[in-house]
């Protein structure tokens, strides 16, 4: 196979980042095992150039020259952020767009732009108890408070849930792809809950990317 060839046969991704990067890491090493096969992040775009990932991101061996931050608090300006990140993603050819900690609400330019090719990772559930751990606010620890307190105010609610779905409109509300379940301890704390569904988080991230991989391949081959 040809450099062309090899190229073409390769799934690319963006990822989007707004903290420490783990699920990216997590992503590039399992490229760098070969735990994922024809793989590529082609770029990975943070919201602020202040943000831990990115220097989380270089040592762990990511090339410093596929980062990109585009300061969405020095701009001071929605629609002109909106508009660089848009830009920014067209500048590649790509499989998918991967929300890996990004708290900013997506563009709707993006996601017209890319229907059905922007996933989310959520770290709790959004097909139970009426999507009440998504939407706005509902991110980081806020997310895994408010699954402790549910499980303590209703017994039969035993496990959270990693979760990725696809990018909407809405804050959470696209369809879900997959999940990885996780029993909740009651006497835990938030912080704690969040370090045992984090590794669940990068598994179930790695598994998507593979079927979402598999299902591309499957449509150009026509199989």
Known sequence: MNEIENELNKFKLIILI????STA?????????????NVEIKKIISNSPRISG????????????????????????EKLFNSKLLDSVNEIKLDIICQFGWL???PIE???AYPQKIINQHPAPLDVANGIFGGKGMYGINVHKAVIDYAKKYRDFTHTK??????????????II?????????????????????????????EVIKELQAKT???LTGF
């Open 162 to 175: 990693a979760t990725t779905h696809y990018v909407t409109e809405e804050y959470d509300e696209g369809e």
């Open 54 to 77: 990115i220097q989380n991101l270089i040592n762990a061996g990511f090339p410093k020259e596929k980062i990109e931050a585009i300061d969405k608090k020095e701009m001071n300006d």
């Open 25 to 37: 890491i997590a992503v590039h090493k399992a490229i760098e095992s070969g735990e994922l096969i």
């Open 18 to 21: 707004s903290g420490s990067a």
């Open 217 to 219: 391949k499957h449509s």
């Open 110 to 112: 993006l996601i017209k």
């Open 104 to 106: 900013c609400k997506t």
């Open 178 to 206: 997959a999940t990885r379940e996780l029993k909740i301890d009651l006497e835990e704390s938030p912080e704690n809950l969040a370090k045992r569904l984090l590794p669940l988080e990068h598994e179930l991230q790695i």
